[in-house]
Structure formats: structure tokens, C-alpha cells
């Protein structure tokens, strides 16, 4: 089953494990008592989509007690981005540079997330500074819809002149690995493809805008603290849209307006939160984590998600990274202080992706407990076909924000019918030794077995074609292919797709 225990932090899991360590954890007693400690605050927090703002720093329901679960990461921090106001913004830094230049990270003013109120006076805090290195006051002076690409060292995507929005096709992800273990297979993010949209846009859109009408603060949620966060995401979303499809996305400066020329629709950014702004245009989840000023440790703060099975993000808003993972297999053991040691430090300019994986029957979005669509996943139904069964992957990316110092992530669900494997080389087999021999809690974790009993077959007929074909060495061991998460030749048949 694809969770957010596993879904919404995994996509660091595989870079963080090549630094295991030592360290130290409570025993289940105290960890249940912490975890009981965080569900009564977030429940508190968090009564309605956009909770009651809170009026200074200290009451922005951000943790300030945690007991450290291992090492405390509260002197760590990635690199500062402040050198880039002086080619950016000179203006800026002007009549005050002198005061920030005395601060250093074990100032108490470093670390803090701006002040999530309208009532708080911005003069009073215009010195804390965030995990990257700037000012309240320098963020406000910035302006709307600064240079992002120059604050995060992350170029702008190229733009995407032969994409038709009607013919799109997502990439064909297939993250299979072998020897396939609880570390997962990371790259560096391929810039012009942080958001993919396919001819599937209008239709996901319009799936997510009902979702979230019919469960609210089940998936799109903003607790206090994250305001910056939530306004600096959106605007870096939508720089991206208009930058790689100029042909369908437009920004007005001038009426502050979005205009989106798939959906034909316009967007009074003004008037509208920011969340709202990405749910209506951008068909992706985000994840937005906040580091806690005292203990260095990220937490859950705000977000969008409407692809989730068996899960939903309320149940998962206000947790720190272990609370999330608690269920996921060696987490603990071998994942827990590598990861948040990579959260701590992991700079703007490097973001990261991989892909998750599961097979199931039709193409189920949104399966909160309870819907009858887990009915499906208790009992392995003979009358099922391979024609119903489709590869999930959730194409996952995982940043820095340059002001905020917040990290996200977003993934979307990408679903492939697996009939179409019946031409990709190696793929089958690659497949096939994961399904038959990868580790058992694994496999029951992604809760594969519903769909073994047609995929599996169906698989071992499409390899004997592709031997029999010469597409594949009869004698080929299954290894992680070096086109990962691709395979050979995959560019013609996409393109082919594509219709050039």
C-alpha cells in the first residue's frame, strides 16, 4: 500500500542511508506518549482548513518541548542564500545590512518562520531570520514574485514548444530496482520537468476540486507558521508554469492575475489563498515541512493532497518526520537520524526525485479507510484481467525554498496500464524478480498480492515474447537498468505516443 509514511518523505530515504549512524531512541512507552502529546496539539490546531492565526512567534503551535528522538539538529542548517540580495536586490540590504551581518546560527533570532498573523507588527520581528538566511524585513521588501531561480540557484525550465496539452503523456516512470532493499534510488531533479502536466490536466483538475468539496480538511491543510511557506510555493509554481508552457499560462504583474489558458480560467491572486491557487491549476501534491526553531527538527505544516490510498492528509498534519514513518519497515533502525540530519543541511540548489511504486486494479485516486475500493485489496478475485490492472507511480520531488527555508515535496499518481509493458524491454523481468523475490514486509507493505495472481502471468508471457522477439538476452539477469527510471528505448515509443 502506498502511504504517506512512505509516500510523502521518501523521496530523501535512499541519499540519507549512505550516512547511517548511531543514535538513540525512547522506548515505545515514551514514543507513544509523544506521539499521543502531538495528536492532541494538532487536533487543536487545526479545527478548520485555515486554523485561527496565531498573534507572536511563540504561539504558532510550532513544538518547542520535543524531547529529541536522537540527536538534536537545532545548530544545523543549509547553506545561507543571503549573498544573492546583493546582485538581486542591492536596495535591500541598504540601511540595515550591518545588523544581520552580526547574526550568526546560534543567534536566537536564527531559525524562526515568519510570523503567521496579520496582526502581528512585522517591525517587531523584522530581524528573525529564516533556516536560508533572510530577514523578515528583507522577505517583505522582496516583494511579490521575486527572482526565484536566482535565490535558489535553480534555473528556470526551458520552454516546452512541441507540448500539446491534448496529446501529453507523462514520462514512462518505471522505478524498478534489483537488488531491490529499503534504500531507494535517488537523482538529481531534472529541472524542466518539476511539474509535468498531461493530457490528462482538465479531468485531474476538476477530480481534485471535487475531493476536496467533499472532504475539505482532509486534504488541503495550513497550520500557523507556515503562511511564507505556503505564499513562496505558489509563487515559484506558477514562475514554473508560465516558463516552460508559455503557450497556456500567463502572469498579469500589473492585475496580480493568473491566467490559464487550458482551464480558461483567470485568477485574482489577491483574492485568493494561495492553496486555493495551486489546488484550481496545478494537479500535484505538496508536502510543506517547517523546521522547528528549537529542536531543528520538520514538521508537517501545510499542504495539498488528493492521491493518497488508505490515508488522508489530516491524519498526518502537525507530525514530525519519525512520527510519520513510524510504520515503515527499518525506518528506525537504519533511516531515522540520516534523514534528519539530510533535512537539516540539505541546501536549495540540490533538489532530488525518485519514483514509488504499487499495482492495482483500475485507477483509484483518493481512497481514504473505509472506501470500497479496499475491498479490492483483500482477496486475490479470479475474474479480475490484466486489461484492470494499472502500475501506480508516484513521481516524487523533494526542495528547498530559498526564503522560507521550508521543504517540499510533491508527487503526483502517474498510472500505466500494464499491458503497455509488452514491448519494453527488460521491464517484465525486471518486474517479475522484484514481485517473486523481493523482501516479504516490503511486498506486503506495498500490498502487491491483489494483483499477483494476474500480473504475474502476464508478465512471464510478455518476457518469453521479448526472447523469443530478441528484444532481451534469454539469459539476462534482472538488474536495475541504466536507463532508470526509464529503460531502452523509451524516448521513440513516448514520443511515438505523443503523436511526434
Given at each position: 500500500?502506498?502511504?504517506?509514511?512512505?509516500?510523502?518523505?521518501?523521496?530523501?530515504?535512499g541519499?540519507?542511508?549512505?550516512?547511517?549512524?548511531?543514535?538513540?531512541?525512547?522506548?515505545?512507552?515514551?514514543?507513544?506518549?509523544?506521539?499521543?502529546?502531538?495528536?492532541?496539539?494538532?487536533?487543536?490546531?487545526?479545527?478548520?482548513?485555515?486554523?485561527?492565526?496565531?498573534?507572536?512567534?511563540?504561539?504558532?503551535?510550532?513544538?518547542?518541548?520535543?524531547?529529541?528522538?536522537?540527536?538534536?539538529?537545532?545548530?544545523?542548517?543549509?547553506?545561507?542564500?543571503?549573498?544573492v540580495?546583493?546582485?538581486?536586490?542591492?536596495?535591500?540590504?541598504?540601511?540595515?545590512?550591518?545588523?544581520?551581518?552580526?547574526?550568526?546560527?546560534?543567534?536566537?533570532?536564527?531559525?524562526?518562520?515568519?510570523?503567521?498573523?496579520?496582526?502581528?507588527?512585522?517591525?517587531?520581528?523584522?530581524?528573525?531570520?529564516?533556516?536560508?538566511?533572510?530577514?523578515?524585513?528583507?522577505?517583505?521588501?522582496?516583494?511579490?514574485?521575486?527572482?526565484?531561480?536566482?535565490?535558489?540557484g535553480?534555473?528556470?525550465?526551458?520552454?516546452?514548444?512541441?507540448?500539446?496539452?491534448?496529446k501529453?503523456?507523462?514520462?514512462?516512470?518505471?522505478?524498478?530496482?534489483?537488488?531491490?532493499?529499503?534504500?531507494?534510488?535517488?537523482?538529481?531533479?531534472?529541472?524542466?520537468?518539476?511539474?509535468?502536466?498531461?493530457q490528462?490536466?482538465?479531468?485531474?483538475?476538476?477530480?481534485?476540486?471535487?475531493?476536496?468539496?467533499?472532504?475539505?480538511?482532509?486534504?488541503?491543510?495550513?497550520?500557523?507558521?507556515?503562511?511564507l511557506?505556503?505564499?513562496?510555493?505558489?509563487?515559484?509554481?506558477l514562475?514554473?508554469?508560465?516558463?516552460?508552457?508559455?503557450?497556456y499560462?500567463?502572469?498579469?504583474?500589473?492585475a496580480?492575475?493568473?491566467?490559464?489558458?487550458?482551464?480558461?480560467?483567470?485568477?485574482?491572486?489577491?483574492?485568493?489563498?494561495?492553496?486555493?491557487?495551486?489546488?484550481?491549476?496545478?494537479?500535484?501534491d505538496?508536502?510543506?515541512?517547517?523546521?522547528?526553531?528549537?529542536?531543528?527538527?520538520?514538521?508537517?505544516?501545510?499542504?495539498?493532497?488528493?492521491?493518497?490510498?488508505?490515508?488522508?492528509?489530516?491524519?498526518?498534519?502537525?507530525?514530525?518526520?519519525?512520527?510519520?514513518?513510524?510504520?515503515?519497515?527499518?525506518?528506525?533502525?537504519?533511516?531515522?537520524?540520516?534523514?534528519?540530519?539530510?533535512?537539516?543541511?540539505?541546501p536549495?540548489?540540490?533538489?532530488?526525485?525518485?519514483?514509488?511504486?504499487?499495482?492495482?486494479?483500475?485507477?483509484?485516486?483518493?481512497?481514504?479507510?473505509?472506501?470500497?475500493?479496499?475491498?479490492?485489496r483483500?482477496?486475490?478475485?479470479?475474474?479480475?484481467?490484466?486489461?484492470?490492472?494499472?502500475?501506480?507511480?508516484?513521481w516524487?520531488?523533494?526542495?528547498?525554498?530559498?526564503?522560507?527555508?521550508?521543504?517540499?515535496?510533491?508527487?503526483?499518481?502517474?498510472?500505466?496500464?500494464?499491458?503497455?509493458?509488452?514491448?519494453?524491454?527488460?521491464?517484465?523481468?525486471?518486474?517479475?524478480?522484484?514481485?517473486?523475490?523481493?523482501?516479504?514486509?516490503?511486498?506486503?507493505?506495498?500490498?502487491?498480492?491483489?494483483?499477483?495472481?494476474?500480473?504475474?502471468?502476464?508478465?512471464?508471457?510478455?518476457?518469453?515474447?521479448?526472447?523469443?522477439?530478441?528484444?532481451?538476452?534469454?539469459?539476462?539477469?534482472?538488474?536495475?537498468?541504466?536507463?532508470?527510471?526509464?529503460?531502452?528505448?523509451?524516448?521513440?515509443?513516448?514520443?511515438?505516443?505523443?503523436?511526434?
Amino acid at each position: 500500500m502506498i502511504s504517506l509514511h512512505f509516500e510523502l518523505l521518501a523521496a530523501a530515504l535512499g541519499l540519507l542511508c549512505i550516512y547511517l549512524g548511531g543514535f538513540r531512541i525512547l522506548n515505545n512507552e515514551q514514543r507513544t506518549a509523544i506521539i499521543d502529546r502531538f495528536c492532541l496539539r494538532r487536533k487543536r490546531a487545526a479545527p478548520t482548513i485555515t486554523p485561527p492565526q496565531s498573534l507572536s512567534l511563540d504561539k504558532q503551535g510550532l513544538p518547542t518541548h520535543l524531547p529529541l528522538l536522537g540527536r538534536s539538529h537545532s545548530d544545523a542548517f543549509p547553506p545561507s542564500r543571503r549573498h544573492v540580495l546583493e546582485e538581486l536586490s542591492p536596495h535591500v540590504l541598504k540601511g540595515y545590512d550591518s545588523v544581520v551581518g552580526e547574526l550568526t546560527t546560534n543567534d536566537k533570532a536564527y531559525g524562526h518562520c515568519w510570523p503567521d498573523s496579520e496582526d502581528v507588527d512585522a517591525d517587531e520581528c523584522a530581524d528573525y531570520v529564516t533556516a536560508t538566511g533572510f530577514t523578515v524585513r528583507e522577505i517583505k521588501d522582496l516583494g511579490v514574485f521575486p527572482d526565484y531561480a536566482e535565490l535558489s540557484g535553480i534555473s528556470l525550465p526551458s520552454p516546452y514548444t512541441d507540448f500539446d496539452i491534448n496529446k501529453a503523456v507523462a514520462r514512462p516512470y518505471r522505478p524498478f530496482r534489483w537488488a531491490y532493499h529499503q534504500t531507494m534510488s535517488l537523482a538529481k531533479m531534472d529541472l524542466d520537468w518539476w511539474l509535468e502536466l498531461e493530457q490528462t490536466y482538465a479531468d485531474r483538475i476538476q477530480q481534485r476540486k471535487e475531493l476536496f468539496d467533499a472532504y475539505g480538511e482532509m486534504m488541503l491543510q495550513r497550520l500557523p507558521g507556515s503562511a511564507l511557506a505556503v505564499n513562496e510555493l505558489m509563487e515559484m509554481c506558477l514562475q514554473f508554469l508560465c516558463a516552460r508552457y508559455p503557450q497556456y499560462f500567463r502572469l498579469d504583474m500589473d492585475a496580480m492575475t493568473f491566467h490559464n489558458g487550458i482551464l480558461k480560467t483567470s485568477t485574482n491572486l489577491r483574492a485568493t489563498e494561495p492553496l486555493q491557487v495551486l489546488l484550481h491549476n496545478v494537479p500535484e501534491d505538496f508536502a510543506i515541512m517547517i523546521r522547528n526553531p528549537t529542536t531543528g527538527l520538520y514538521n508537517f505544516r501545510a499542504g495539498i493532497i488528493c492521491s493518497s490510498l488508505g490515508w488522508n492528509l489530516g491524519s498526518k498534519i502537525g507530525l514530525n518526520l519519525n512520527q510519520i514513518h513510524d510504520p515503515v519497515p527499518d525506518y528506525l533502525a537504519k533511516m531515522q537520524f540520516s534523514m534528519d540530519r539530510y533535512f537539516a543541511k540539505m541546501p536549495t540548489d540540490k533538489p532530488i526525485q525518485r519514483g514509488s511504486w504499487g499495482f492495482e486494479i483500475d485507477t483509484p485516486l483518493f481512497m481514504p479507510p473505509g472506501d470500497p475500493q479496499e475491498q479490492l485489496r483483500e482477496g486475490q478475485d479470479p475474474s479480475h484481467t490484466i486489461d484492470r490492472c494499472h502500475l501506480r507511480v508516484d513521481w516524487q520531488t523533494l526542495r528547498r525554498l530559498p526564503l522560507s527555508g521550508a521543504i517540499v515535496f510533491n508527487f503526483k499518481a502517474v498510472f500505466t496500464p500494464v499491458t503497455r509493458f509488452r514491448d519494453e524491454p527488460y521491464v517484465p523481468s525486471l518486474i517479475l524478480k522484484v514481485l517473486k523475490e523481493g523482501k516479504k514486509e516490503i511486498m506486503q507493505y506495498k500490498n502487491t498480492w491483489h494483483t499477483k495472481h494476474v500480473v504475474i502471468p502476464a508478465l512471464e508471457e510478455y518476457e518469453r515474447e521479448q526472447v523469443k522477439l530478441g528484444l532481451i538476452d534469454k539469459d539476462w539477469e534482472p538488474r536495475t537498468l541504466d536507463e532508470s527510471p526509464f529503460y531502452p528505448g523509451w524516448e521513440e515509443k513516448w514520443h511515438r505516443l505523443q503523436g511526434f
